[in-house]
């Protein structure tokens, strides 16, 4: 059947016809002969809204039965509808005529199919798709295309690809309307292959054609494919089409070629709002703001007519530089422009002066919205109070959003998360379950960092786990907050999980899981093996990463591999230099740190409090008292950094360290704030040391007063006492800490070998190759005394022969901990131990010697720093 031309008819044509129809008053609802048709399309199914329009209210409820001999009309006003985009209308309209049994031919058909697709309303178009097979109109071309347009608009791509291959005959738009259904779906790849496929079928494009594939390569990446898409437009003579160039315009800022963005901007003949807008929105998107500026500003001089997209794009431009002077300029010309009644408009506004921190402003401009808020004007308010410290603000709004019924979304649920712990947390979490956002990406990764935060990684661990879509945001808040507790198994467990699911890394990935191995009970081969992963992955050389390779190398004890991933860093930043002066302070290597910390000087780089914690702690290890001091009152007076309490305790274990006691106790009196549990315990360490016994007892007194349950105190004193010989006042520490129920802890040591780490306690038995452990001990202790050792006896704090202790000695945990090393790895092998505590003198004396009799380099962690043993030296120079 070939359809003929509709004739073009007037406005006053329609009037009348509907005021034909309007005389004709039967029953919308009325039984037709045509019943076998009517059964397809039932009125009552279908969902109607109403559309108050004038030019639909005069002709509202104007068809009852229609003859047949009056047809035309009908379908001159059903294309009218249509065009005017009183869609509910033409669709009441195309019921009441299907009712009536007048004869629907394909032009209808097509139309009607068109106004469902608007609608989105798949129901409805699938009963039309029943009147058009029955009708025997389903061949059609333009019935066809209407259909596929339907389905990919109401997002059922395979009925959409179903009616398109069921198709006989296609045109351009037939395939234009699939290639848009797959794009507008987000199926890419499906809308490249499209075009593609319908060139090799001889099937040229359009212009339409052409914009839409463009806008699919933008979302796609495809630099290539984009360009050679490019060279056809120009062939094809279509580069001067106003649509097609904006496209391309489009294309490329997306694809990251501003240039090339430009380019076909300067070169278009015809430019409207939308390229001027698509050129300024491409600079912004790629982060050159004066360029999206100046093109503004000569926009602004070719008299171009400001849209609400330009406001928009511009308005975010603001938001983003904090440019309060042009904002409220622009504020100004939209009202003078009455662009203010648009909601968008209004709160891109607000988000401006959020971002400008005149949260009066904002708050005005969002209550003069009252009766017109939505999800996203009370977003704004929430996120712009977090922004400028007003948490508990923001917190208000949430609950009174939620008291004027407003439905938070994903994006209002990820930011009021941040507002923890102004916000009960369990109490978002429950709203979260309540609006079936648990299972969103965002809302999940904010959720699991908000209990992370908070150290719960357990409940974090379940969020996750519920996510459905994760993303490499989540995967590394996750890791991220394994490595933060220091949980490395855990944190490895859930990168090899995002590697068997073939998520690939990025770099706050391996940041987070080099972070984790950085933690004392990761395994030393742990750190390497993500590091050489980084390296395969090409992102060993981002800034986060090098940065955690140092840290990571410091703290595990290599500090050699930290200082080479140091000197490779083609860009540093602040915790590089901070973590490289503190990672050479902990290893004994005083002077390195500070020709680090006067390197960062020279280079006039930022520090802060954590640059003088590091710089400081050298001092300290190394004995430079005078240079410590120097240090301190450079932070203070040069760079008015406001000393810590961590700062003071660095002061005190300065000249403490150096015997100096009474200058601590100075330090400590003079201190704006008193004194805690740490400073405390470092005097009282010193004091012990140094036999001072009065100021060790005030020590001891102070501190058991902030920390009745700590055995550190008790058990400090009580060597103090037991090292100056008073036994009795030994015995009365002991007996209270029995009273008051505190344990002491059991000093043990650590060591890996073959990817297995062993753990001693002194005198410990239990290991299976504990006797060949006994007799290399036995055999060292004849070696160590042909070395020139004899045992210091003084750090046995027993009151038992001398015989006895030292053979106490002789057990400690970490020379049976060495003793395995040398017998467990081939000769030469670097030996690396962990301690829980401090290293006694005696023991420090005894590896030392080690190191020089079994030619071994043996590196000591313990509570308090790092110690490189190597022939008869170690890296602290004795000032352990």
């Known amino acids: 059947m070939v359809l003929r031309p509709v004739r073009k008819i007037s406005l006053t044509e329609i009037y009348r016809t509907a005021k034909f129809f309007q005389q004709t008053q039967i029953s919308f609802h009325s039984?037709?002969?045509?019943?076998?048709?009517a059964a397809a399309l039932k009125p009552e199914t279908l969902s109607l809204g109403h559309e108050p329009t004038s030019f639909s209210e005069s002709h509202h409820h104007v068809f009852g039965e229609l003859p047949q001999r009056k047809h035309s009309g009908y379908n001159h006003l059903l294309f009218e509808y249509s065009r005017n985009n009183l869609n509910v209308d033409a669709l009441n309209l195309f019921v009441r005529i299907h009712s009536s049994g007048f004869p629907i031919d394909g032009s209808s058909l097509s139309c009607v199919l068109k106004v469902c697709g608007?609608?989105?309303?798949?129901?409805?178009?699938?009963?039309?798709?029943c009147c058009c097979i029955k009708s025997g109109f389903v061949e059609d071309v333009s019935v066809g295309t209407s259909l596929v347009d339907l389905y990919m608009k109401t997002e059922n791509v395979v009925n959409g690809k179903k009616v398109f291959n069921e198709m006989p005959e296609k045109n351009v738009v037939s395939w234009t309307s699939l290639l848009a259904g797959y794009s507008r779906n987000g199926l890419v790849v499906q809308a490249i292959e499209t075009f593609f496929r319908m060139q090799a079928e001889g099937i040229k494009p359009n212009p339409l054609t052409f914009a839409t594939v463009l806008g699919a390569l933008a979302d796609d990446g495809a630099v290539a494919k984009g360009i050679q898409v490019h060279?056809?437009?120009?062939?094809?003579?279509?580069?001067?089409?106003?649509?097609?160039?904006?496209?391309?315009?489009?294309?490329?800022s997306k694809l990251g070629m501003v240039r090339g963005a430009r380019a076909i901007f300067d070169s278009a003949e015809n430019r409207d709002a939308v390229s001027w807008n698509g050129l300024i929105a491409g600079f912004v998107s790629n982060g050159l703001d004066i360029e999206a500026l100046k093109v503004f500003?000569?926009?602004?001089?070719?008299g171009v007519k400001l849209t609400q997209m330009i406001f928009a794009t511009i308005l975010k431009l603001c938001a983003r530089l904090k440019e309060l002077g042009l904002a409220r300029q622009l504020h100004s010309r939209i009202v003078k422009d009455g662009f203010d009644s648009d909601l968008t408009i209004r709160t891109a506004v607000m988000v401006v002066y959020t971002k400008c921190n005149e949260m009066d402003d904002a708050l005005i401009l969002f209550y003069t919205m009252h009766g017109v808020w939505n999800v996203v004007s009370w977003t704004a308010m929430i996120s712009g109070y977090l922004q400028n410290g007003g948490a508990e603000q923001a917190v208000n709004l949430f609950c009174q959003m939620r008291r004027e019924g407003v439905r938070p979304n994903h994006f209002t649920y990820s930011t009021v998360l941040t507002a923890h712990p102004t916000a009960s947390l369990v109490q978002i979490h429950a709203q979260v379950i309540k609006t079936n956002y648990e299972n969103s990406p965002s809302v999940g990764t904010a959720l699991l960092d908000a209990y992370i935060k908070i150290g719960n990684t357990c409940e974090a661990a379940k969020v996750f786990e519920l996510i459905e879509e994760r993303d490499i945001v989540a995967w590394s808040a996750m890791l991220g907050g394994y490595a933060q507790t220091g949980d490395t198994e855990g944190a490895v467990k859930v990168f090899l999980q995002l590697a068997k699911e073939g998520v690939r890394p990025n770099e706050f990935t391996f940041c987070s899981v080099v972070n984790a191995c950085a933690s004392p009970t990761a395994a030393v081969e742990q750190g390497k093996q993500f590091h050489a992963s980084s390296i395969k992955s090409g992102y060993n050389n981002a800034l986060c990463v090098s940065s955690a390779l140092v840290t990571m190398y410091a703290k595990r004890g290599n500090i050699a591999s930290a200082n080479e991933v140091f000197k490779r860093q083609s860009e540093r930043d602040l915790v590089s230099w901070n973590s490289m002066i503190s990672g050479y302070a902990q290893h004994g290597y005083g002077k390195k740190a500070l020709k680090v910390f006067e390197d960062m000087r020279l280079r006039k780089m930022e520090m802060d409090g954590i640059t003088f914690i590091g710089v400081i702690s050298a001092c300290t290890h190394a004995g430079l008292v005078e240079e410590g001091e120097r240090y301190f009152n450079m932070m203070v007076k040069n760079l008015s950094i406001k000393p810590t309490m961590e700062h003071y305790s660095c002061m005190v274990d300065l000249y403490s360290r150096a015997g100096m006691l009474e200058k601590a106790m100075d330090l400590i009196n003079t201190m704006p704030s008193p004194a805690g549990a740490t400073i405390w315990r470092?005097?009282?360490?010193?004091?012990?040391?140094?036999l001072n016994v009065d100021l060790g007892k005030l020590a001891a007194e102070n501190l058991i007063s902030l920390q009745p349950q700590d055995s550190a105190a008790y058990v400090l004193l009580s060597n103090m006492y037991a090292a100056a010989g008073n036994w009795k006042e030994r015995a009365k520490v002991r007996k209270l800490m029995d009273e008051r129920k505190v344990k002491k802890e059991a000093g043990y040591s650590w060591i890996e070998v073959k990817n297995k780490t062993y753990s001693f306690l002194a005198g410990d038995h239990s290991h299976p190759l504990s006797g060949r452990i006994y007799l290399k001990l036995e055999e060292l202790g004849i070696r160590l005394k042909d070395?020139?050792?004899?045992?210091?006896?003084?750090?046995?704090?027993?009151?038992?022969?001398?015989?006895?202790?030292?053979?106490?000695?002789?057990?400690?945990?970490?020379?049976?901990?060495?003793?395995?090393?040398?017998?467990?790895?081939p000769s030469g092998t670097t030996i690396q131990i962990m301690k829980n505590l401090r290293v006694c003198g005696d023991c420090h004396t005894v590896i030392k010697l080690i190191s020089l009799v079994e030619d071994r380099e043996i590196i000591v962690r313990d509570s308090n720093r790092f110690h490189h043993f190597k022939a008869r030296l170690c890296s602290c120079g004795d000032y352990w």
């Open 31 to 37: 039984k037709t002969s045509n019943q076998s048709q």
């Open 118 to 129: 608007c609608l989105i309303d798949q129901n409805a178009g699938k009963q039309v798709h």
């Open 231 to 252: 060279s056809m437009v120009i062939k094809n003579g279509f580069e001067s089409t106003t649509f097609v160039s904006n496209s391309l315009i489009h294309m490329y």
């Open 297 to 302: 500003y000569q926009m602004r001089l070719a």
């Open 682 to 690: 470092t005097l009282l360490a010193a004091c012990r040391v140094h």
């Open 787 to 825: 070395a020139g050792y004899l045992p210091d006896t003084n750090y046995v704090l027993h009151d038992v022969e001398e015989e006895h202790k030292e053979a106490i000695l002789s057990q400690h945990s970490e020379r049976l901990a060495i003793a395995f090393g040398l017998i467990a790895t």
